[in-house]
């Protein structure tokens, strides 16, 4: 069954790719990750001047389980991954989402998050990585902005 999780966001998209179900309901994400997708999506509409240019995911929620079957595949280790923002936190919200679109260079989709998060306008963007194809988009925030480059 497929539900919405936020006005541009479908169960499917932000689900755990092992099928356990998280990530499938709005309750299972921080709010303030979906507001800021939204915010992006349409941040990004604007700049292009237009009104429906998608933004996808690429990077769903993730149980834990799943999370570590993800990074030994990618890392060839499960060190780190029980931090991931993409999985649960205490309270059972996943945090993150990696994003991309096809309108613009991913590095250019990057850079206008980050001068959007400059000028304000992403107040609950808390964690920004650069990957060659997604942007990862997370709502942890220790006082400044988290950014790498991966
Ligand atoms: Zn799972
Ligand atoms: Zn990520």
Known sequence: MKRRISPNLMS?????RCGC????KPSDFDPKLLDT???????LNMKLGKKNVPVLVSGPARCLKHNREVYMRLYETTAGADGSKHCPDRWGK??????????????????????WQEEGLLPHLGGL???????HIDTHWIGRLRRWHG
């Open 12 to 16: 499917h998209e932000t689900q755990c």
């Open 129 to 135: 990585g650069e990957y060659h194809n997604r942007v």
């Open 94 to 115: 996943c945090r993150s989402l990696d994003i991309y679109q096809n309108a613009v260079r991913n590095k250019q989709f990057h850079d206008w998050i980050l001068a």
């Open 37 to 43: 997708f939204e915010k992006i999506r349409f941040l």
């Open 21 to 24: 179900g998280y990530g499938s």
